[in-house]
């Protein structure tokens, strides 16, 4: 099963991250600034991540003005949206729980381990819908996006589990490339490695159902003849 990205727009988008990437660093260096958690799955690392995207879509259209408005305003219309993290939040934990619990039974998320990786994936999950509906507000004159892009997401959970797989073992051949074959046997280096391929995945699979989505509904609105060309 191949996780190379099908659609083109998806494709330049993210073409202009990897070759912005100082950028990015630049917005998880604000993000971090007074953050708590500075893990690589941690909020002000999603934020940063989604911040990112946001600006690859208003570069990928400079003559739109709702997404050269989303591009500018991410961080402000994520913060306004605190109160809608929370419902997401609670909602894909309860989804998560029900998810553990038909898979492994009762207690499976009882593990340690199992339970902080649950948690990120919860949170970066929350985060994502938050983005959704941060983008669709800046388009009102357009079909929503923010349902049909989760389904997308939520149709795909193999490739995007092995995508993560994927990831996460390419990160850890370059780390010991780098730095030796013991590189990745210490158990705090194999975890924030996981976490930065967790995340990375999640920001590519966004990318992708945010271009598959705006292409589907290009045309019928007002606001919906912006699928992105870079």
């Known amino acids: 099963m191949s996780t190379r990205p099908t659609h083109p727009v998806a494709r330049a988008l993210l073409a202009w991250m990897q070759q912005n990437a100082p950028r990015a660093r630049e917005l998880l260096d604000e993000e971090a600034q007074g953050a708590e958690d500075l893990s690589p799955a941690g909020d002000a690392a999603v934020r940063a991540n989604l911040r990112f995207v946001a600006e690859a879509l208003s570069a990928a259209s400079p003559a739109h003005e709702p997404m050269r408005e989303f591009g500018a305003r991410s961080s402000q219309l994520l913060a306004e949206r605190s109160q809608l993290f929370e419902t997401e939040l609670a909602r894909e934990a309860e989804a998560a729980a029900l998810e553990l619990g038909a898979q492994f039974g009762e207690?499976?998320?009882?593990?340690?381990?199992?339970?902080?990786?649950?948690?990120?994936?919860v949170r970066v999950g929350a985060w994502r819908r938050v983005f959704l509906d941060a983008l669709d507000s800046v388009?009102?004159?357009?079909?929503?996006?923010?349902?049909?892009?989760?389904q997308w997401i939520v149709d795909r959970q193999a490739?995007?589990?092995?995508?993560?797989?994927?990831?996460?073992?390419?990160?850890?051949?370059?780390?010991?490339?780098?730095?030796?074959p013991d590189a990745v046997d210490d158990a705090d280096v194999a975890n924030r490695?996981?976490?930065?391929?967790m995340l990375q995945a999640y920001m590519r699979f966004l990318v992708e159902a945010v271009a598959e989505t705006l292409a589907a509904t290009a045309g019928a609105g007002d606001g919906a003849r912006e699928p992105p060309a870079v």
């Open 139 to 150: 388009r009102p004159a357009a079909p929503p996006i923010a349902d049909p892009a989760e």
């Open 193 to 197: 490695i996981g976490q930065a391929a």
């Open 107 to 121: 207690g499976a998320g009882d593990d340690p381990s199992s339970a902080a990786m649950v948690e990120r994936r």
């Open 159 to 180: 490739q995007l589990g092995e995508l993560i797989m994927n990831m996460d073992r390419r990160a850890k051949e370059a780390e010991i490339a780098r730095s030796g």
